[in-house]
């Protein structure tokens, strides 16, 4: 059975350039070996990657040897929906992708603070940056 997103339908993409998804596979899908529950589509922003490397999650960074480019703002990410909500909690959450984002997080993360950070992305989103 195909994963469902927050609003109930199928899970859609989240990125593919960067290549996202705890399986590589461009969904924010999960299963028992995701122990970070990489469920949040999130499109993120100059102070949301600013705020994970102050708490040790450094996203910027490339890690070629993990197949990890390295991300710039507005790049779409399945993120870890602890990190997500600590940085809501700081005032520093990134964008999220309803649409993409897995129907898992809700055991984490309450819907109607999703949809605060809810966002269409256009199709160029480079220029996101705060």
Same mark, same amino acid.
């Given at each position: 059975?195909?994963?469902?997103?927050?609003?109930?339908?199928?899970?859609?993409?989240?990125?593919?350039?960067?290549?996202?998804?705890?399986?590589?596979?461009?969904?924010?899908?999960?299963?028992?070996?995701? +122990?970070?529950?990489? %469920?949040?589509?999130? !499109?993120?922003?100059?102070?949301? #990657? &600013?705020?994970? @490397?102050?708490?040790?999650? *450094?996203?910027?960074?490339?890690?070629?040897?993990?197949?990890?480019?390295?991300?710039?703002?507005?790049?779409?990410?399945?993120?870890?929906?602890?990190?997500?909500?600590?940085?809501?909690?700081?005032?520093?959450?990134?964008?999220? +992708?309803?649409?993409? %984002?897995?129907?898992? !997080?809700?055991?984490?993360?309450? #819907? &109607?603070?999703? @949809?605060?950070?809810?966002? *269409?992305?256009?199709?160029?989103?480079?220029?996101?940056?705060?």
């Amino acid at each position: 059975m195909a994963d469902l997103n927050v609003l109930g339908g199928e899970l859609q993409l989240c990125g593919m350039d960067p290549l996202t998804g705890f399986y590589r596979d461009g969904c924010c899908a999960t299963g028992p070996q995701d +122990v970070g529950s990489h %469920t949040i589509c999130a !499109v993120v922003t100059t102070e949301f #990657l &600013e705020h994970q @490397r102050s708490i040790g999650n *450094d996203l910027v960074t490339p890690m070629p040897q993990y197949g990890f480019p390295g991300l710039v703002p507005g790049d779409r990410w399945c993120v870890t929906a602890h990190n997500w909500l600590r940085a809501h909690l700081d005032g520093k959450a990134a964008f999220v +992708v309803l649409e993409a %984002t897995n129907e898992r !997080v809700l055991d984490i993360v309450p #819907l &109607e603070i999703l @949809r605060e950070h809810a966002v *269409d992305v256009p199709e160029s989103p480079g220029d996101l940056t705060s």
